[in-house]
């Protein structure tokens, strides 16, 4: 399974914009990028994926640079309730490999 | 429109005994997947279900074995529990084409004593 490479973690303040990286440097040419987070007591949540074009939905943005090695999840206003465990995977079946994840910490 | 349910939530059992968690997966959903979750670490893939046939595994021993159903939902059972076994369970449910979205469940919390 291709790997991520993800910060331990990252401090944002509230309704600022966040910018979560992800790298990913061995990613082939199946693989859709995938970001799950995962509150506290929860299981994970499905946030967004993509293939090769940046992204967006109503909880996030995903922006896949053009060689693919890397891509940054962003959020555009960081609340309280967005403060959770950020997992950036590589997937091109339906099996997810989880890492260590970002821990994403929110400042009132 | 029930999300994917998963019980008990939590169980304690002793070494050597063995255990069945049980999900119910989110209503359209034909595809489950379980995961085990240790302590501060990322959820770990066991396996996946479709079609009532293992479709995927990982790397886990044979005491993990897994069923689904006609009507979808899944046990995972595993057997001679160890120590190492406690964790969080998870059950995630998808559409049967890949690069879906996965629902999880909140899981089920085993303890081992």
């Known amino acids: 399974d291709a790997k991520t490479t993800q910060p331990n973690s990252m401090e944002s303040n509230e309704e600022e914009p966040v910018h979560l990286p992800c790298n990913h440097s061995?990613?082939?040419?199946?693989?859709?990028i995938h970001w799950y987070r995962q509150l506290p007591s929860q299981g994970p949540e499905y946030v967004i994926h993509?293939?090769?074009s940046n992204v967006n939905n109503r909880m996030a943005s995903l922006a896949i640079a053009e060689d693919r090695k890397s891509s940054t999840l962003i959020l555009h206003r960081a609340t309280l309730r967005d403060a959770a465990v950020y997992y950036c995977?590589?997937?091109?079946?339906?099996?997810?490999?989880f890492g260590k994840g970002i821990t994403l910490s929110v400042r009132p | 429109d029930a999300g994917v349910t998963q019980s008990p939530t939590h169980l304690i059992k002793t070494r050597g005994q063995q255990v069945t968690l049980r999900c119910s997966p989110k209503?359209?959903?034909?595809?489950v997947s379980w995961y085990q979750q240790a302590l501060g670490q990322g959820p770990q893939f066991i396996f996946q279900?479709?079609?009532?046939?293992?479709?995927q595994r990982g790397n886990f021993p044979d005491r993990f074995s897994g069923h689904q159903f006609p009507n979808y939902s899944s046990e995972l059972n595993v057997n001679a529990l160890l120590l190492g076994d406690s964790a969080l369970y998870l059950c995630?449910?998808?559409?049967?084409?890949?690069?879906?979205?996965?629902?999880f469940g909140d899981g089920t919390r085993l303890s081992i004593l």
């Open positions: 995630a449910s998808s559409p049967g084409t890949f690069n879906q979205p996965q629902h």
């Open positions: 061995t990613i082939s040419g199946t693989d859709y």
């Open positions: 993509g293939l090769t």
């Open positions: 995977i590589l997937s091109a079946n339906s099996k997810l490999t």
């Open positions: 209503s359209g959903h034909d595809t």
């Open positions: 279900y479709y079609e009532e046939e293992e479709r």
